[in-house]
């Protein structure tokens, strides 16, 4: 009786075990299914109702086919009529009782506006506070052709990890990771390669990410402080008059600085400051702190509890937006083209600047190493491309309706366009109540984030070395030590994100997006005799396009 019980998938018929790829070879074909459970006969917790006939025959059916052979013959395997749909899979009893199986693959798949919801979600991070000075730098014009360009370039070597496991034959990929498919195609490494650059990418961006909760921090402090004693004060000497002000930093004549620091350090070494800028200084002091708030959140032997936060990331991005949209309506628009001098208070629309917006978008643009893992989820596998494809026009949408509303509506005259901060909302006083919100709202959902991607770097580093994800307490604590070192420096003696931005971005961009995609794409087609020398040229030129993208980031 016991072995009448079997699922329809999973055990082999006989007892041994059958391939998922196999099965799912059979449910893709256009077959005819004659039988089927009707929906209202099957069970959900009540074992007592009882099913269709045809449940009963399709049970003895699939039982009768493991007997007829041994795993290693394939000859009588069940025929496509006999499997059902996934979502017509069932624990059958001859007795006339079907139990709906939960928890697995099918119950699982998300619908395709859930998954490019998701995608834009896990794209949509510290990257669109800095387009704007990207714009910037590479010229109004040039800066929206360049994003549109990233955005099909990244699309398209996505696409090309996407496919990658599906162009290994004979072997069962469907648990693969892209890592797993350089390791195949390229041995050791290419397999570590790939996970070194990961780490480049994960690390990176909590080194941004502790950059941001300092500023964030710094500027709500100075907010509630401020508001508690009645002080009314501004942030610089340079900045527009009016409710919706907006800050030029740092003097023009020192555009190589950065202004916040430059700012803020003549406050906090005056000897006639209060007692607060001292203990509250941006680069001084309140990097040092966040250490007592996040160390101990590394620690944690599982991320599951700040999983539950992820969507404070959305209602981030939609804030964003939406205060975006309410500054152009109360500033108005303020453009002039000049298209390759510099003026007074406008910038030319062709810039040799340019790598650094490059740099900024290939970090912006970064799904690759987690996109066969986020498709997996999806239900209807066939429009993956589509799906995937959809995720990068709405995410290359909000970056160009961020950048180019942010650029637009910033105040020349009187204040330059060179004065756009790295992070746009530098270019608001800490008195902006609406900037407030949006520095808070960043600040606790980047404390969520922060363990997370921690805890992806501990399972990485810590599988590849001890072979488990939690060696010890003691291992664990100096990893994140390293880790939390890395972040207070960067805070501490170069806060500049849009400058950490494109460099993480160009760097591992160069194996992940550009080099290791193509790489693998072009010795598939050889080992099957279909490369021929208009894919090799045109995946040699983007393997090109990624090394000048790094080379830029230190000649411009």
Not at 96 to 122: E, L, M, Q
Not at 206 to 221: A, R
Not at 232 to 243: E, L, Q
Request: hydrophobic fraction near 45%; charged fraction near 15%.
């Amino acid at each position: 009786m016991e072995d009448d019980w079997r699922p329809l998938l999973g055990p082999d018929w006989s007892g041994e075990s059958y391939t998922t790829r196999s099965v799912t070879d059979s449910l893709d074909s256009k077959t005819r299914r004659p039988f089927h459970v009707e929906p209202r006969n099957i069970v959900e917790e009540d074992p007592l109702e009882r099913v269709s006939a045809e449940a009963s025959i399709m049970s003895s059916r699939v039982n009768y086919y493991s007997r007829l052979t041994g795993s290693s013959d394939r000859l009588l395997v069940p025929p496509d009529h006999v499997i059902p749909a996934p979502e017509e899979i069932y624990v059958y009893s001859p007795l006339g009782t079907a139990f709906k199986v939960h928890g697995g693959d099918g119950s699982a798949r998300n619908p395709s506006i859930v998954t490019i919801f998701a995608i834009w979600n896990a794209m949509m991070g510290t990257s669109i506070l800095s387009i704007p000075w990207g714009i910037k730098q590479a010229g109004f014009t040039f800066g929206i052709l360049i994003i549109v360009s990233v955005g099909l370039m990244t699309l398209y070597c996505c696409y090309r990890v996407l496919k990658s496991p599906k162009s290994i034959p004979y072997i069962d990929t469907s648990d693969w990771e892209f890592h797993d498919v350089c390791k195949y195609y390229l041995g050791a490494p290419g397999q570590w390669s790939s996970l070194i650059f990961s780490m480049v990418s994960l690390i990176g961006a909590m080194v941004v990410y502790w950059v941001l909760m300092s500023n964030f921090l710094f500027n709500t402090g100075k907010f509630i402080y401020n508001y508690a004693h009645n002080i009314s004060m501004a942030d610089a000497d340079f900045g527009t008059n009016g409710t919706d002000r907006v800050i030029c930093p740092f003097p023009a004549t020192h555009p190589e600085r950065n202004g916040s620091l430059t700012l803020f350090a003549l406050s906090d070494n005056s000897t006639e400051a209060p007692l607060f800028e001292h203990l509250w200084s941006k680069t001084n002091t309140v990097p040092f702190y966040l250490i007592i708030l996040l160390l101990p959140l590394l620690n944690f032997r599982s991320a599951s509890f700040f999983a539950r936060f992820t969507f404070l990331g959305t209602i981030s991005v939609i804030y964003l937006i939406f205060l975006v949209t309410l500054k152009a309506f109360r500033l108005g628009f303020h453009l002039e083209f000049h298209w390759f001098h510099h003026t007074e208070f406008f910038v030319p629309e062709f810039r040799v600047l340019f790598p650094q917006l490059t740099g900024v978008l290939t970090l912006a643009f970064f799904i690759h190493n987690c996109v066969i893992t986020l498709m997996k989820s999806n239900q209807h596998q066939q429009n993956n491309v589509r799906d995937l494809s959809v995720a990068y026009l709405l995410v290359g949408v909000t970056y160009l309706y961020v950048g180019v509303l942010v650029f637009a509506v910033f105040p020349s005259p009187p204040l330059s366009k060179e004065c756009i901060e790295p992070n746009f909302l530098d270019n608001f006083p800490s008195s902006d109540i609406w900037v407030f919100v949006a520095r808070t709202c960043l600040f606790f959902q980047m404390t969520t984030v922060y363990p997370l991607l921690g805890y992806l770097v501990r399972v990485q580093i810590m599988g590849q070395i001890f072979g488990k994800h939690y060696p010890g307490f003691f291992h664990v604590l100096f990893l994140n030590v390293v880790i939390v070192a890395a972040g207070v420096l960067m805070a501490r003696f170069y806060p500049n994100i849009g400058s950490i931005i494109r460099y993480a971005g160009a760097f591992c961009g160069l194996a992940l997006v550009f080099v290791l995609p193509s790489v693998v794409h072009m010795i598939s087609l050889r080992r099957i005799g279909k490369l021929r020398w208009p894919s090799a040229t045109f995946h040699s030129l983007l393997i090109v396009l990624g090394i000048a993208n790094l080379l830029g980031q230190f000649f411009m």
